[in-house]
């Protein structure tokens, strides 16, 4: 009895179907979801008792359609057998009742089951899914308080920062402080020897990798209290790494979570943690267990132990697991996927005598195609002798090498078939294109392989080829000619390839539609936008200015910059100060015949450098823009079209953003950051153009494609591995252990003990990643497998898997052999309708005329609050080994201290408030007995204002000027007006300028009421303020300073 019948007949079992590629998993799982509510009838119920679990939107909507699909199948069939009205009524029961079914993603079930308790948790049911900028922030704030932690307790100081978190978070930072003033020699030491080697920046990078990733596996992990090593005088030096390492880790992830969680904001990761911590209360658990008869689980080879952890604790011997899924297909390692859980449940289920299947007619590909994979897989991807490595554990490489279960059987023996040619003896559906470069280096292997790309889709588009195409379940052999949509080129990676085949494609007349590409933030387009930004950051930077002048935007010529230094060397010569170019730009541009280009840069520069701290980001972003007639510069480039959509793209991101950067400053580090995110170019193509579609393997998992031309196979197999932190996989007692690959890396290296025999496992994990990558490769097409093998004498690559095959049944052609012809430009069949490019709406920002922009900062170059600190290195938080905790910390400290409390007091609007903000420690004792905040927060009979953004037309010789302001407060009580600042910094310090700010805002305000006093108030210190009285002659200190700074 196959598979299939056995679900059909007894879905009351728990399964374990294995499901080579193109075998029909999906369609599988979806007989399993029909029978079981054929089982359970007349119980219309049973669709609350089901829980179908995938990794990702897609397929969990795919899985729906599916499932719906089938019941409307049912309802149709059993409509034209005349059944009881009974039974057509409970399967329509049944299709309402699929509206809530679940059928959800791992983390779309988690944040169910939190919302659906949130009163036993202690959560708002309304928590956040945060993104991965917003994640990133948080998680760079909780490293910087958690090592300014450390060094104080390094100096022997009570740390400060733990007083403002909740009681709960606080007991678990104690009991980790503990630890350390339980050790305190060994804590010192030990710190002392991290921030020498590896040194605070790769300290920093491997505590956001575990927070990032692993604060869960880190806070359960086991340090060994032995750990023999060849150097015997390493041993204890390295445990006591690790020993402080976890510490510190666990300190971040306390931090971290006061940031998300207990503010009821969640990452991905987040959410699996709280619920299987959810889920160790007995009613919770009960709960899910009693509710769920049925438990399925898609691409089970993509899953973690926590993942497996979560099935395991809703399984019981009253309900029913089905796991489905394939361990060739195991390619998301990077992302925390681990094909050893496939393994190690394979062998949990054969021992509890469960039923294990596996699903072996492929459906999808030609038998020639079928016939390849089998013999790839037996003698080169998944042989034994090839995969083994000493110290391994067996059952692992037992059940990463091919078995019976892995071999497929075509649907149809496709013998009567037309085959495309690409030389004159080719006859094959299998076609591996041969070229050697006549230098052995990566350049020209590159070249000489989009060269066979652009040769082998030139050949194929026009050729007759026959097409397997189902028609009533069966399968029929359709002629047509081929065409641009039939191919994909799936790459081992895109990186390095984009620009040359758009460049070369385009050439060609080969239409294409790259998935997934990453090259958005690097395009000179975009470039040259953020360089505008860090310009308009910090002007006086020169390497900044110079940026930005030489950019798309600013245009200058190298004659103009000569010019221009040699006008700042000539002034500097003369001036005891030392100017920048953007001053002796401001000083010279009248005189210097400068084009009216470069002019204009610099006055947009010069214009947004003040209106950063007034007018959102974005707004700033479309200024320069519109203002420097940007669009028009890009329409004379060569791919226009595509650099005025990634134009507009990324003032779509930027808008994003917004909420989430406190600052300009911040703003600009976001959108820096955003280079190390998979971010997509816009696109003129769609997915569904007559296009070739080019995209990486990993982007390719789950698709399928008439033509598949597979390259980068000459990429070394050896990947260099980056990490430097790594995990064990679960012992017998389901223990885990990590090791700091790079300390002492030599010594490890040469050292043999029992628990790196164990990483062993990892290595043997990583190496045949490589081999299931290429499975996925080959198994995509459904009749036409052309892999690309470029010769590469330097390194192992992936041709190996192709050049150590014996099999007849395929064609070896040599570049040279492949005819290059000439391609007319490809249309369409449907004519679509020309899209252009939407214009961006900059209506908002366009000026009659110019006007100067003037704020307080432009006129004293004081830049006062905490969101406004040039923070243009502040990544790295500790330079040098260097224990003096205040000067280390202390730009930061107002940055993440000042712009927190800034952004809280901005809601805060009565005593009771401020009250609890002084339990908490997050305003200073007595803050709340300073007489103007008792007036301020008494909101009877007064009109209060938090953060008013205030303009206020001004005029000198006729010459127009916005004067602009943002006062914390403002008090408007009896027509008379007060204001309040809250300063994070020394009130001490320019206190004249602060006078004059304050002075600067009370001006503003004049037309509102009569102004009165302004107040600064420290958020730092207790019960510190400065009263200001209005100084009446402010109007014409500001019409002096004006014309001075003119």
Not at 122 to 145: C, H, L, Q, V
């Amino acid at each position: 009895m196959n598979i299939l019948d056995t679900i059909n007949k007894n879905p009351n079992q728990n399964f374990f179907i294995s499901a080579s590629a193109g075998t029909g998993k999906t369609y599988t799982l979806t007989q399993y979801y029909i029978s079981i509510l054929e089982k359970n009838y007349p119980d219309d119920e049973i669709v609350d008792k089901i829980l179908a679990v995938t990794f990702t939107n897609k397929a969990a909507g795919e899985m729906r359609e599916r499932i719906l699909q089938a019941v409307y199948d049912k309802i149709n069939i059993l409509q034209e057998k005349n059944v009881p009205e009974k039974e057509i009524e409970y399967w329509n029961n049944i299709r309402i009742n699929l509206s809530r079914a679940w059928i959800k993603t791992i983390d779309s079930f988690c944040s169910k089951i939190l919302r659906d308790n949130n009163i036993i948790i202690g959560i708002d049911p309304n928590f956040t899914m945060i993104s991965e900028f917003k994640k990133d922030k948080e998680i760079e704030k909780a490293i910087y308080y958690s090592l300014k932690t450390v060094l104080e307790l390094y100096e022997n100081k009570k740390p400060e920062d733990i007083n403002m978190l909740s009681s709960e978070r606080k007991n678990k930072v104690n009991i980790i402080i503990s630890e350390i003033q339980k050790n305190p020699l060994r804590f010192k030491e030990t710190l002392h020897n991290i921030l020498k080697d590896p040194g605070m920046d790769k300290l920093q990078q491997n505590l956001k990798t575990i927070v990032s990733n692993w604060r869960l596996e880190m806070e359960r992990s086991i340090i060994f209290e032995e750990f023999p090593l060849s150097n015997k005088e390493l041993e204890e030096i390295y445990i006591d790494y690790i020993w402080l390492f976890k510490i510190l880790s666990n300190l971040s992830k306390e931090y971290y979570e006061n940031f998300t969680i207990d503010n009821f904001q969640y990452d991905f990761k987040g959410t699996l943690e709280k619920t299987l911590k959810a889920l160790s209360d007995e009613y919770i658990l009960r709960k899910y267990q009693n509710r769920f008869k049925y438990i399925i689980v898609d691409e089970y080879q993509d899953t973690n132990y926590l993942q497996k952890e979560l099935f395991e604790k809703l399984h019981t011997n009253e309900n029913h697991l089905f796991y489905v899924g394939d361990r060739k297909q195991s390619i998301y390692r990077f992302r925390g996927a681990d094909v050893s859980v496939f393994s190690k449940s394979y062998d949990e289920f054969k021992k509890n005598n469960y039923t294990i299947g596996a699903l072996s007619t492929n459906r999808r590909s030609n038998s020639q195609i079928v016939n390849f994979a089998n013999e790839i897989s037996k003698q080169t991807l998944f042989k034994k002798e090839n995969i083994y490595i000493d110290d391994v554990d067996s059952l692992l490489i037992d059940n990463t090498s091919i078995n019976d279960d892995d071999i497929c059987h075509f649907e149809e023996d496709d013998k009567e078939v037309i085959t495309p040619k690409l030389s004159k003896d080719d006859k094959y559906r299998i076609k591996i294109i041969k070229a050697i470069p006549e230098k052995n280096n990566a350049e020209q292997r590159k070249e000489l392989e989009i060269t066979a790309m652009i040769k082998t889709i030139k050949k194929l588009i026009g050729q007759e080829m026959s097409f397997r195409e189902r028609k009533n379940g069966k399968i029929q052999q359709i002629k047509r000619k081929i065409q641009a949509k039939d191919i994909a080129i799936l790459l081992r990676q895109m990186t390095g390839y984009e620009d040359i085949i758009k460049k070369e494609f385009s050439k060609n007349n080969i239409p294409f539609y790259i998935i997934g590409g990453k090259s958005f933030y690097f395009r000179e387009e975009i470039q040259s936008l953020l360089t505008a930004l860090s310009a308009v950051q910090n002007p006086y930077n020169d390497f900044e200015f110079t940026r930005y002048m030489f950019s798309l935007i600013g245009t200058m010529t190298f004659e103009e910059y000569d010019k221009l230094i040699n006008e700042k060397n000539e002034l500097n010569k003369k001036s005891e100060k030392q100017l920048t170019l953007f001053e002796t730009f401001q000083i010279s541009k009248e005189e210097n015949n400068y084009s009216k280009n470069t002019k204009k840069a610099f006055e947009t520069l010069k214009k947004y450098k003040d209106l950063k701290y007034y007018i959102k980001p974005t707004n700033i972003l479309k200024g320069i823009v519109e203002e420097n007639n940007y669009i028009s510069k890009l329409s004379a480039l060569d791919e226009s079209e595509i650099a005025i959509s990634n134009v507009k793209k990324l003032i779509n991101e930027a808008e994003k953003y917004n909420t989430m950067a406190t600052s300009f400053a911040e703003l600009v580090r976001l959108l820096k950051k955003a280079t190390d995110v998979n971010e997509e170019e816009a696109v003129l193509e769609d997915e569904n153009s007559n296009s070739v579609k080019i995209l990486t393997i990993h982007k390719s998992k789950g698709l399928e494609f008439p033509i598949v031309i597979m390259g980068g196979l000459h990429s070394n197999i050896d990947k260099k591995d980056n990490s430097e932190i790594e995990f064990s996989l679960p012992d017998l007692n389901g223990n885990r252990y990590f090791l700091l690959k790079n300390i002492f890396k030599d010594v490890l290296k040469e050292s043999e003990n029992d628990i790196l025999r164990w990483f062993k496992n990892n290595t043997f994990l990583e190496k045949t990643e490589n081999n299931r990558l290429i499975y996925v490769g080959i198994t995509r097409p459904k009749e036409l497998l052309i892999p690309i093998n470029v010769e590469n004498k330097n390194k192992t690559t992936y041709n190996i898997f192709f050049d150590e095959l014996k099999y007849k049944d395929m064609d070896i052609i040599n570049i040279e052999e492949i005819e290059d012809i000439f391609l007319e430009k490809i249309e369409d069949d449907e004519e679509k309708e020309k899209k252009l490019v939407p214009q961006i709406n900059l209506k908002d920002l366009k000026n009659n005329a110019y006007k100067q922009y003037i704020a307080p900062t432009y006129l004293t170059g004081l830049i006062d609050k905490p969101s406004e600190i040039n923070d243009d290195d502040d990544e790295n938080i500790i330079e040098k080994v260097n224990f003096k905790k205040d000067e280390l910390f202390s730009n930061q400290e107002l940055i993440f201290r000042g712009s927190d409390l800034h952004r809280k007091l901005q809601s805060v609007y009565n005593l009771s408030q401020i009250k609890n903000m002084i339990e908490n420690n997050e305003l200073p004792n007595l803050f709340d007995q300073i007489p103007i905040v008792q007036f301020a927060f008494n909101t009877k009979n007064k009109i209060i204002k938090n953060e008013w953004r205030l303009v206020k037309n001004f005029k000198i010789n006729d010459k127009d000027y916005m004067l602009f302001g943002i006062p914390d407060k403002v008090i408007i009580h009896e027509n008379n007006i007060y204001i309040i600042d809250y300063k994070y910094s020394n009130l001490n310090q320019n206190i004249d300028k602060y006078r004059f700010q304050i002075n600067f805002y009370l001006y503003l305000l004049k037309d509102f009421g009569i102004p009165k006093k302004g107040y600064l108030l420290s958020i730092k210190e207790n019960n510190k303020f400065i009263e200001i009285d209005y100084d009446k002659n402010i109007e014409q200190k500001i019409i002096e300073l004006i014309k001075n700074n003119e």
